[in-house]
């Protein structure tokens, strides 16, 4: 139990008037001397004060001495003790406790009295009392008496309690009070507000409908937070409304005692021109306490009120557009909710409303709303990796005949492979599913489009995002008109939790120690075969790409006719192919290509000789059988159990040669038709004469193309034979973080284009720049969220490796599409078994016409990953202290150079060369980055603040990101609104402080915390909030130990 002993003490040395009862008493106490232990009764002065028994030396020591001890009388019970051989004896029981408390009055009469006061001073007898009183005044009564009261006891569980308003209020105020008196000892009171509502006839007992945020020391508060009446539905003018004002003595306990109320109806309210109001607020003695003013405004997109008569059954449905006759036309506000319900679902809202330097009003909207993609996405991308599967189970076979050893090695990889097939069929199927029962279970079934924290272990919900959620603010300014919205997904950690990383670390301690199993590509190169082999084959397939783009362009002038054009395109192609022959020349792929052809070679040469021999045998045994025929080397494909043989196919030399014959031809024949060296030919047929030729250099391309990725397949099985399990281990981990990674980025980016659809200037700036996609980590790099940091870091890596393309919404293309191309991933962690996965974002022709002639046209819009991660717990703490934080820097000075490469490229395009770097600038935010990333410095968020900052500036989306999205994330999003309000819109100085920990005790964030762990209450405890920085702390009352 948590006690404050002063002021225990001080409680006990109050004069007599303010206990039940006191006296002396024996005590049996224990005598710890040398020659006299045992038990002794001993003389002590008890005085008794509800449920507290404290007990001094003597009467005189009361005022010199603070008390020996003190019982709290709870969980006990105060019995005769049967096995003293005196009558005035008594024994105190607590229950769970074996220690017994006796005592001994002077008189049975003392005795019995000290045992009546004692029994009756527990709160839980107490309770029972009035429980028993409450029944006996309702059926004298036939009404509850606690309906129309307020406990005294309770006032900051409303902080921990849902409300009843809508998310989508017809109405909402702002309330003000003016003049509330000081407490008893001179101090501004902290005002808190509960409303209550009751809609006769219907209803006879008052509803907690909704509160504001607890103001500190304040005789004129003015509550940032707005209170909202009706829905959807319509607004009920006869409701009547009652406002309590207390004072909250103690936040963490609840203890506050009231100080006024206001009753009024909505009606008094509507009537007014301006929908504004001014009530005096009556204390609980009849006078004036204060006054109380009302500022309204009806959301634009309820228009509609009723005035009903007291008959009419359905008080929320039959609504009309006017109230007595008179329009309702004046302060509408919208809360912009349709442009967020196509995408999201569950959206939570609150409405604050805050003042400026100018002493102008903000109306802030706060939102939080769960992604419609969260499920979707990773089932289309599960499809997308069993597809991945499939094609290099292929590659495997067609391999062909190898050396026993190295079949085992085929055989075990695709016998690994088919086993993450199923697994990932499963885990589709699982997602399937679980969307088909919401679907079944309607729209009000809850976490139906987000996975809570509570199942972060959940394997069946491993590639879904963890509490993946937007958290959106609008920003209104009441007397410029001007609005502006700002958006965060916050996503838990790219991690699989359902995977356990303690022998290994995260994903990026497996890949190391899988890198240093690769082969060097020489003997003083770094750089591994594999990454040297994913180079190739993306250069490959990028020259491909490029050859076909030319071949298409030859085709074209040869149908215009156009001599000159024709050369052109004609002497840019034969480079291209030039440089893909050249390629094809690698020393890398001439030695993979000649060891495969060696094993193929002793292999059919074995094969050869084994069927020799048995032919050889057959011909003793059966002379008229025939000697047979010498078998054709043919190549062999891999089914699963054995081996079959399929056509030979022409060697890698001569592909190469066969290309560039294709390729000799093709110029020639451009050469002589522009040239007239083969007599006149009409330029209209000049398309029908190259139009072969063109058809079979491309072909050879892609014979090129197959058979790199073909010795490509060969060298990965090679340089993973002797690690398959790990390499298979890391594979699915990897996935699972990518799936869960691509989610958040899909969820951003829709959201980010619907926002910039209109912006001419940076839709030009995302095709040629790409967007930015800039996350906010808060993980430590101590203990368990080690490998989490490694885990995400790889995530982030591989989201570079991520396109979108933005088509006409169709009915065939109504929802966001996956597909992967041939290039693979070549970055810090290469992989030739994934390749880059291409998002298709349809778009409807209004939109779809706003966007930059290349992007209709198909161009692919990449995706640029910044990630930046400062831990702030008491984990950073160790790890700073004790630790290493040296992951962590790296990863920062990393994402640094992303951004600064980024600005560069930005700079050159966007901004004038004149332009100042002046505070606030893009050159002055970069360098003041760049300052905090290479300083040493304690929890340095700064840097966090920076990036978010400056990825705002570029145009780019955020995502901010801890453990679980809940709690660390949840003071992250509320301090970053705050500065925003304070940056962009002149949020008064003085107001930041009580505008963070409203955010953060009224704001939507602790409904998250609901939604994950069933409590409104961030997992934080005291102790914890010692290491946070000082910004990151929530308010008092709102914090808590929660069970996660």
């Given amino acids: 139990m948590r006690f404050n002993s002063k002021e225990l003490a001080h409680l006990a040395q109050q004069n007599g008037s303010h206990f039940d009862r006191e006296g002396i008493l024996q005590m049996k106490q224990k005598n710890e001397k040398l020659f006299r232990k045992g038990e002794a009764f001993v003389e002590r002065f008890f005085r008794l004060r509800g449920n507290l028994l404290f007990y001094f030396k003597s009467k005189e020591s009361i005022n010199k001495q603070e008390p020996q001890g003190v019982l ?34 002077a008189s049975e009469k003392e005795r ?118 009706g829905d959807s539905g319509g607004l009920e003018p006869t409701m009547r409304v009652k406002i309590t004002v207390f004072h909250v003595k103690e936040r963490m306990t609840g203890m506050m005692t009231q100080i006024g109320q206001v009753i009024f109806t909505l009606n008094d309210v509507l009537q007014t021109e301006d929908l504004s109001l001014k009530l005096a607020l009556v204390g609980n003695d009849g006078t004036r306490v204060g006054m109380l003013s009302i500022v309204s405004w009806l959301n634009d997109t309820h228009g509609n009120t009723t005035n009903l008569s007291h008959d009419d059954e359905d008080v929320f449905t039959n609504i009309v557009p006017t109230i007595r006759g008179r329009t309702m036309s004046v302060k509408r506000r919208s809360k912009r909710l349709e442009t967020l319900k196509p995408l999201c679902a569950n959206i939570t809202t609150r409405t604050f409303r805050f003042e400026t330097n100018d002493s102008v009003k ?56 088919a086993a993450t097939i199923s697994a990932y069929t499963d885990s589709s199927n699982v997602l399937t599913c679980y969307i088909d029962a919401v679907l079944q279970k309607g729209a009000n079934y809850k976490c139906c489009s987000f996975k809570p924290s509570s199942k972060k272990a959940d394997k069946e919900l491993e590639f879904v995002p963890l509490n993946l959620h937007l958290q959106r603010m609008t920003v209104l300014n009441e007397a410029t008109e001007s609005w502006g919205a700002y958006d965060v997904i916050t996503a838990g950690a790219f991690v699989a939790h359902s995977r356990r990383a303690r022998n290994h670390g995260g994903l990026k301690s497996m890949l190391h120690k899988l890198q240093e199993s690769y082969t060097p590509e020489g003997t003083l190169s770094k750089v591994s075969k594999v990454k040297r082999a994913c180079d190739l084959v993306n250069c490959v397939h990028l020259l491909q790409g490029e050859i076909n783009t030319l071949c298409d362009s030859v085709c074209h002038e040869a149908l215009q006719g156009d001599g000159s054009s024709l050369q052109a395109a004609t002497l840019e192609l034969e480079q291209k192919v030039k440089d893909l022959v050249l390629d094809c020349q690698s020393p890398i792929l001439q030695e993979v290509a000649a060891q495969l052809t060696e094993l193929h070679e002793d292999s059919e040469a074995l094969a050869e000789e084994q069927t020799k021999q048995r032919q050889g045998q ?224 349809p778009l409807p022709q209004a939109s779809f016409e706003k966007l930059p002639d290349k992007l209709q046209k198909g161009d692919r819009v990449s995706v640029v990953p910044i990630f930046f991660n400062i831990g702030i717990n008491e984990l950073a703490t160790l790890a700073e202290k004790f630790g290493s934080t040296s992951l962590q820097d790296k990863l920062n000075e990393e994402s640094l150079g992303r951004m600064f490469r980024y600005v560069k490229e930005y700079e050159n395009l966007y901004m004038h060369p004149q332009a100042g770097g002046g505070v606030g600038s893009i050159p002055s935010l970069m360098q003041q980055l760049h300052n905090n990333v290479y300083t040493k410095k ?44 304070q940056r962009e819109h002149n949020l008064a100085s003085h107001v930041f402080m009580q505008c963070l920990d409203c955010f953060r005790s009224e704001g939507v964030r602790r409904e998250n915390a609901f ?31 929660v069970q996660n």
């Fill in 72 to 105: 709290v009388l709870e969980r006990c019970t105060v019995e005769l003790d049967s096995q003293s051989s005196t009558d005035c004896s008594f024994i105190i029981v607590f229950e769970g406790d074996d220690e017994t408390y006796t005592f001994l009055a």
């Fill in 112 to 229: 019995d009295g000290w045992i009546e006061a004692l029994h009756t001073a527990s709160y839980e007898c107490l309770k029972m009392q009035l429980l028993s009183l409450r029944e006996q005044v309702q059926l004298r009564t036939g009404q509850d008496p606690f309906s129309q009261m307020m406990r005294a006891d309770t006032g900051m569980e409303f902080e921990t309690l849902g409300n009843i308003d809508s998310n989508d209020p017809a109405m909402e105020m702002s309330l003000t009070i003016e003049g509330l008196p000081n407490e008893s000892n001179g101090q501004p009171p902290n005002p808190f507000a509960v409303v209550y509502i009751i809609i006769p006839p219907q209803q006879q007992n008052w509803l907690q409908h909704n509160h504001t945020e607890m103001v500190e020391n304040n005789n004129n508060p003015h509550f940032l937070k707005t209170i909202g009446f």
């Fill in 362 to 417: 903000l109306l802030v909207h706060e939102y939080m709303a769960e992604s419609k993609f969260a499920f979707d996405l990773p089932i289309k991308t599960l499809q997308l990796l069993i597809e991945e599967e499939k094609t290099r189970i292929k590659h495997l076979q067609d391999l062909g005949q190898l050396p026993r050893l190295l079949e085992s090695y085929v055989a075990s990889d695709i016998a690994h492979r």
């Fill in 618 to 841: 057959e011909s003793q045994v059966s002379p008229e059988s025939g000697t047979g025929s010498a078998p054709q080397a043919m190549n062999w494909r891999w089914t699963g159990s054995c081996f079959i043989k399929s056509p030979t196919s022409e060697p890698w030399d001569m592909t190469r040669v066969n290309t560039e014959a294709s390729l000799v031809c093709l110029t020639s024949m451009v050469e002589d038709l522009v040239l007239n060296k083969s007599g006149p030919l009409d330029q209209p047929k000049w398309l029908g004469e190259i139009s072969p030729a063109v058809i079979k250099l491309k072909s050879f391309v892609e014979i090129i193309c197959c058979k790199v990725t073909y010795f490509m397949s060969f060298l990965d099985l090679i340089e993973h034979k002797d690690n398959l399990k790990l390499f298979h281990s890391i594979k699915v981990r990897r996935d699972i973080v990518f799936s869960q990674a691509l989610t958040s980025l899909v969820t951003g980016l829709v959201l980010h284009l619907n926002a910039l659809i209109d912006n001419k200037q940076v839709l030009e700036q995302l095709a040629t720049l790409g967007v930015v996609m800039e996350i906010e980590g808060l993980l430590s790099c101590h203990g368990d969220e080690i490998p989490m940091l490694e885990d995400m870091l790889v995530a982030v890596d591989d989201l570079s490796t991520v396109s979108f393309q933005l088509v006409l919404e169709s009915t065939q293309r109504k929802s966001v599409q996956l597909s992967t191309n041939n290039f693979t991933r070549a970055s810090l962690y290469p992989d030739l078994n994934r390749h880059h996965v291409c998002v298709t974002i």
């Fill in 938 to 981: 304690s929890k340095n968020v700064e840097i966090l603040h920076l990036g978010a900052e400056l990825c705002r500036k570029l145009h780019g989306f955020r995502v901010t990101s801890c453990k679980s999205a809940k709690d660390r994330t949840a003071m992250a999003v509320t301090l970053e609104q705050a500065q925003i309000l």
């Fill in 1011 to 1041: 939604k994950n762990i069933g409590q409104r209450k961030y997992a934080f405890n005291s102790l914890q909030l010692l290491s946070f920085p000082k910004q990151y702390r929530p308010p008092n009352g709102t914090y808590g130990n």
